[in-house]
Structures are given as structure tokens and as C-alpha cells.
């Protein structure tokens, strides 16, 4: 799989339409493949962060959650950047899934974010099967969401948890009984009525700037 670098964290390199046809290829195949959507807020975390580093790389698919971050990349590629404005691989995965009908599971660390999470996915595609969901206490034992997700065996866990508990535990999925794992940003509990994601405001602004700026410094300073 061709990936790109960005402040030490390789992402997956890849359209929606190759997102789609590997995440469909998860689906049909034994044992569990992760797929990692990476935030901006995280690779200025991670940059200075190896342990996290290493978590994310994985993954088996490490995907941008903002046009931002593709840019950083160096890929200016206006469709691209439209495929990821308009969420089409996550639309289009989705889509894929009630279609199989296949099982989804929700693990978060609050019931207001598995609501959220729930919402959205509702919002995105209508008619996908729930079996369940788990609120993880503050650092519980991930042993305890890995014998509740085994218990129902589902098809896809789409996970929402606070850094680092999100990235530590892409370690467990040697020991869970599913196809796919999601794991989500908070930026895409926020959907419109399209299911695009609703990133405006003076915070997401803000965001991007200091994100476009220390990602700029980090390459400048790598090169020195």
C-alpha cells in the first residue's frame, strides 16, 4: 500500500474508491484489520510522541480526517481533497455495510459520545444493524471492552475513545472477534444532513493554522 509521511506518522496514500475496495476486502477475509482516521491535533501530539507513533503505524489503514492534513502531505490534488471534504470513502463504507447487513458495535468512554456517534452514523446511512455498545471507564482494564465485543462477535467496531486510550488499543486487535475496526475522530461526530463533516467556525480556523504552521516547521526543521 503506498503511503506518504507527515510529523513522523505514515497515512495511507490512497483514494476513497481504494479506500473502499480494501475496506470491502477486510470485510470478506478472516481476522481483524484496523482502520485509523488520524486528526490534525494528533500528528502535533505524536510528532514528539514515538510510542504513539508506533501504535498508529498499526494500523492497517491510516486515513486523513481533513483536507488539511493532505495538503501537508504535499498531495494538492483538488479531488482528492473534495473526496475527503464530502467523506465519501466513510459515506461509501457505510453504505456498504447496511447493504450486507452486517453487525456494528460502539465502544466510546461517555454515553453523550456514543449518542453522538450513533447519531452520525444514523444521519450518514439509515438502516445500519446495531448489536451494541460499551462505555469504557476511565482506565479501564481493555480487557473488559475486548470480552464484551467478543461475546457478540459483530462484523465492525467503530471506536471513540480520548487519546491515548484511542491508539493503545489498536494493540487488542489480535484478540477481537470482528472484521473491522474504525476508529474515529472526534471532527466526525459533526456531519451534515449529506454527511459531509461540519468543520466551520473560528476554533477549526484556528485549528488550521497552527497546524499548517507546525507542520511547515517540522519539514523545515527535518531538513536541517
Known amino acids: 500500500m503506498k503511503k506518504t509521511e507527515l510529523m513522523g506518522v505514515r497515512i495511507s496514500d490512497l483514494t476513497a474508491r481504494e479506500c473502499l475496495s480494501k475496506a470491502t476486502g477486510y470485510l470478506k477475509k478472516g481476522g481483524l484489520n484496523v482502520i485509523y482516521y488520524v ?3 494528533m500528528l502535533l501530539t505524536a510528532k514528539d510522541a514515538p510510542e504513539l507513533k508506533n501504535l498508529i503505524d498499526q494500523a492497517d489503514m491510516v486515513l486523513p480526517d481533513s483536507a488539511d492534513i493532505l495538503n501537508a502531505c504535499g498531495i494538492l490534488n483538488r479531488g482528492r ?3 475527503i471534504e ?14 450486507e447487513k452486517s453487525r456494528i458495535f460502539i465502544v466510546s468512554d461517555s454515553s453523550e459520545k456514543a449518542v453522538a456517534l450513533e447519531g452520525s452514523l444514523g444521519l450518514i446511512q439509515e438502516g445500519l444493524k446495531e448489536e451494541g455498545h460499551y462505555i469504557a471507564k476511565d482506565g479501564e482494564d481493555p480487557e473488559n471492552i475486548v470480552n464484551e465485543i467478543n461475546s457478540v462477535v459483530p462484523d465492525v467496531i467503530f471506536v471513540n475513545l480520548a ?8 494493540i487488542q486487535k ?4 470482528a472484521k473491522v475496526m474504525v476508529l474515529v475522530t472526534p471532527d466526525m461526530l459533526n456531519v451534515r444532513e449529506d454527511g459531509t463533516i461540519d ?5 477549526n480556523l484556528l485549528t488550521t493554522r497552527i497546524f499548517k504552521r507546525q507542520a511547515k516547521k517540522y519539514e523545515m526543521d527535518k531538513e536541517c
Open 39 to 41: 486528526s490534525r491535533d
Open 81 to 83: 481533497e473534495k473526496e
Open 86 to 99: 464530502r467523506n465519501l470513502f466513510f459515506k461509501g463504507f457505510l453504505k456498504v455495510l447496511e447493504r
Open 163 to 170: 487519546s491515548p486510550e484511542q491508539e493503545k488499543f489498536i
Open 174 to 177: 489480535k484478540k477481537i472477534n
Open 199 to 203: 468543520n466551520r467556525g473560528f476554533l
